[in-house]
């Protein structure tokens, strides 16, 4: 294992940001990841997986480390269900795709989310009704301080939307390894409730849908409505959806009767932040090498030479538009660094 020195992230995430990190080093084990943190304990320390989640705005001065574990098995399995580990390296679409291959349903509903497996947990990524809570047994990850692995349980992982006690409690402190899903064998749920599902299927003459199916749906979508970061420089959605308390919602809605939104709870409902970001005039905006997709509001996308800054201050444009034209607050999924 060598440190390369000034090394370019360009390739390392999916904005396709020119940066340069002060050190970097990519490791392909459990055992290469503790040698590496245990011989560099005093060096400030940049976790780096997919690179599908990030807006680079800067160099990183810091050593990058590239989490490159490889591998999926089966741990357990019954009539019903089936447990898969997977590590912490591989790609989350083609680990979706493989599943399917198997017949293993659970994870269709989230086909097409870039990035990696080992950060799914962390975002407690979902899209289409389904999030990685639904399917999530627990994770190993070793801590950075100490090189000492643990495991957390689903219990232990406190999921919220597009939130976890990794992005909280123990932010920084924790590599996440691998993860461990429980997937149906038979007997599959189809969800296809959420968003233009049905309206897919029901444009290809499929009433009677399986979970490859459902995934191809989400497919077609995602392709329909999102740029290929290898062909434009995005990080998929860029905002959450903001969840709003219902009384507060009624006030708004009274003045913007056509806002959508989504009941979550007896309290709360979410409202689309594409649909906020769409009214208020972004979408297909473009500022430079800046923009705004033309396709989807939520995603921000690099057309070649923009800066992090750049990205940045569009971003913060729409969420002080957003705020003073409806009153509500809309925050970033992505992580600025």
Same mark, same amino acid.
């Given at each position: 294992?060598?440190?390369?020195?000034?090394?370019?992230?360009?390739?390392?995430?999916?904005?396709?940001?020119?940066?340069?990190?002060?050190?970097?080093?990519?490791?392909?084990?459990?055992?290469?990841?503790?040698?590496?943190?245990?011989?560099?304990?005093?060096?400030?320390?940049?976790?780096?997986?997919?690179?599908?989640?990030?807006?680079?705005?800067?160099?990183?001065?810091?050593?990058?480390?590239?989490?490159?574990?490889?591998? +999926?098995?089966?741990? &357990? $399995?019954?009539?019903? *269900?089936?447990?898969?580990? %997977? !590590?912490? #390296?591989?790609?989350?679409?083609? @680990?979706?795709?493989?599943?399917?291959?198997?017949?293993?349903?659970?994870?269709?509903?989230?086909?097409?989310?870039?990035?990696?497996?080992?950060?799914?947990?962390?975002?407690?990524?979902?899209?289409?009704?389904?999030?990685?809570?639904?399917?999530?047994?627990?994770?190993?990850?070793? +801590?950075?301080?100490? &090189? $000492?692995?643990?495991? *957390?349980?689903?219990?232990? %992982? !406190?999921? #919220?939307?597009?939130?976890?006690? @990794?992005?909280?409690?123990?932010?920084?402190?924790?590599?996440?390894?691998?993860?461990?899903?429980?997937?149906?064998?038979?007997?599959?749920?189809?969800?296809?409730?959420?968003?233009?599902?049905?309206?897919?299927?029901?444009?290809?003459?499929?009433?009677?849908?399986?979970?490859?199916?459902?995934?191809?749906?989400?497919?077609?979508?995602?392709?329909?409505?999102?740029?290929?970061?290898?062909?434009?420089?995005?990080?998929?959605?860029?905002?959450?959806?903001?969840?709003?308390?219902?009384?507060?919602?009624?006030?708004?809605?009274?003045?913007?009767?056509?806002?959508?939104?989504?009941?979550?709870?007896?309290?709360?409902?979410?409202?689309?932040?594409?649909?906020?970001?769409?009214?208020?005039?972004?979408?297909?905006?473009?500022?430079?090498?800046?923009?705004?997709?033309?396709?989807?509001?939520?995603?921000?996308?690099?057309?070649?030479?923009?800066?992090?800054?750049?990205?940045?201050?569009?971003?913060?444009?729409?969420?002080?538009?957003?705020?003073?034209?409806?009153?509500?607050?809309?925050?970033?999924?992505?992580?600025?660094?």
């Amino acid at each position: 294992m060598e440190i390369l020195h000034n090394f370019s992230l360009k390739n390392y995430n999916t904005f396709g940001i020119e940066a340069n990190a002060k050190q970097f080093i990519a490791v392909h084990s459990v055992s290469e990841l503790k040698n590496v943190l245990e011989q560099n304990s005093t060096e400030k320390k940049f976790i780096l997986g997919g690179g599908s989640n990030m807006l680079l705005t800067k160099d990183v001065d810091a050593l990058v480390i590239h989490i490159d574990l490889k591998g +999926k098995k089966v741990i &357990q $399995e019954n009539e019903d *269900f089936v447990w898969i580990e %997977c !590590q912490a #390296g591989e790609n989350w679409h083609e @680990f979706v795709l493989w599943t399917l291959e198997q017949n293993f349903g659970g994870l269709e509903n989230m086909s097409l989310i870039p990035g990696n497996v080992g950060t799914t947990p962390v975002q407690n990524i979902g899209a289409y009704g389904a999030e990685i809570k639904d399917s999530f047994v627990s994770c190993e990850a070793v +801590k950075i301080e100490n &090189q $000492e692995t643990k495991t *957390f349980l689903k219990e232990d %992982c !406190q999921f #919220g939307y597009r939130e976890s006690i @990794f992005k909280n409690q123990v932010k920084d402190q924790y590599i996440i390894t691998s993860v461990v899903f429980k997937l149906t064998k038979r007997n599959h749920t189809i969800n296809t409730s959420y968003g233009d599902i049905l309206t897919e299927l029901n444009k290809n003459n499929i009433s009677n849908p399986t979970i490859k199916d459902v995934s191809n749906a989400v497919i077609a979508i995602r392709k329909s409505k999102l740029p290929d970061p290898k062909e434009l420089g995005n990080s998929g959605s860029f905002f959450k959806n903001p969840i709003v308390s219902k009384t507060e919602f009624e006030k708004i809605h009274q003045k913007f009767p056509e806002m959508k939104f989504y009941d979550i709870s007896e309290t709360e409902v979410k409202v689309p932040a594409g649909w906020l970001i769409e009214q208020a005039g972004f979408k297909g905006k473009r500022f430079g090498d800046a923009g705004i997709h033309k396709n989807q509001a939520l995603v921000l996308v690099n057309y070649g030479n923009a800066t992090g800054q750049e990205i940045l201050a569009v971003s913060k444009d729409i969420q002080q538009t957003i705020l003073e034209t409806f009153g509500i607050p809309i925050e970033a999924e992505v992580n600025v660094i």
